[in-house]
Every structure is written in C-alpha cells, then in structure tokens.
C-alpha cells in the first residue's frame, strides 16, 4: 500500500509541537485560517491546545501492529511519518519509517529510520513461531542446517550446513550483503 501523502509542513507546525526526545506530539493552539469561524477556533483550541495530539489505532484491525496517528484536516496519518516531516523537513514519500526497536508507539526521532519495504521486512526479520530451527530463514535438514533469504519477494537459497550456527552466520553474512546493495546501514 502506498504512503498517504503528508499535509504542507508549514501547516503541519501550525498545528503540532513534536518533542524529538520523547517523541510525543502536543497540539498547539491553531490560528483561525484552519476553521470556518472563529467560534470553531475558539472551541477547538479550548479542548486540545497543550495536550497530547493522537491516539493509538489498529493497523488492519488485526490488534497486533498498533502505532500512533494524528488526524489533521479529518484525515488520519501516522505518526512516525509527520515525526520525519517536522524533524527532517521532508515527507518520506514513497520510503516507510521505521522504528528501529520495534515498538511502533515509540516515536523518538532516534528509533525512526528510512527505509524501503524490503529493507524495512529484512530490518525487522524475526523467526517464525513453526521454524523447526526457531531461526528466521533457517530450517533444520537432515543432519545439517538449511538457509533461505528472501530478497524483493524472491526465495533464494544459500547453502547447508552442518551447525545451526554456521547457517545463522550464513544468512547474516547474506543480510549484510544484500542491505549494503540497497544502500541501507545496519
């Protein structure tokens, strides 16, 4: 799925202070060129200047991928992706953010990171529940130890070997390899 585009930075710092340290965003109190009047202003800025701007949405409403959302203008965007607006002054555009610790409530602008979809799948690479090895990408064969990687929705395989320690070694040698082409850092 595409990135939704982000509104104009300038009207995005009209309506939100973002603490790059905590990574909490607070409303600020919103001029009247973003209401139809000044009675909306006044009510608007009365209930949400100085407080926390967002909540906490489903992604798919699956209930397992949660992250924080701000809706400016009745439009819902993620948080992380306006944290790089107001931080950087670029919209990320078609590139996703990434939250390097895994926790997509934590939008400190130090556990943010660009990326592709592909980088972000490899970045964020955990073993499968039913891996017979309990290693992602590895697979117990035989006597030994099999490693795949996918790379751009491909399955490549790369090698077997006798220790499930070799094969994990293998397939990071490969991640590193493959995340250097790419352009992305560790």
Same mark, same amino acid.
């Given at each position: ?69 701000? %809706? ?6 993620? /948080?992380? #992706?306006? $944290?790089?607006?107001?931080?950087? &002054?670029? +919209? ?69 070997? %006798? ?6 070694? /293998?397939? #990071?040698? $490969?991640?590193?390899?493959?995340? &250097?082409? +790419?352009?992305?850092?560790?």
């Amino acid at each position: 799925m595409a990135a939704r585009r982000l509104p104009d930075i300038r009207f995005v710092r009209e309506c939100l202070d973002y603490n790059p340290d905590t990574g909490v965003f607070i409303w600020r109190e919103r001029p009247l060129h973003h209401f139809a009047n000044a009675r909306s202003q006044l009510s608007l800025n009365a209930r949400d200047a100085g407080k926390i701007a967002g909540s906490e949405q489903n992604s798919g409403g699956t209930g397992r991928h949660v992250y924080w959302g701000i %809706r400016l203008a009745g439009v819902l965007y993620r /948080a992380h #992706r306006l $944290a790089w607006l107001l931080f950087y &002054g670029t +919209d990320p555009g078609a590139l996703e953010v990434d939250h390097v610790n895994g926790n997509s409530l934590d939008n400190k602008i130090g556990n943010l990171r660009l990326t592709t979809r592909s980088g972000n799948m490899l970045l964020n690479d955990r073993a499968h529940a039913d891996s017979s090895s309990r290693a992602r990408g590895i697979q117990k064969n035989g006597s030994g130890y099999m490693a795949r990687i996918m790379w751009h929705g491909k399955s490549h395989y790369l090698g077997t070997w %006798r220790s499930l320690e070799e094969a994990m070694d /293998a397939r #990071r040698k $490969a991640l590193e390899r493959l995340r &250097g082409e +790419d352009g992305h850092t560790m």
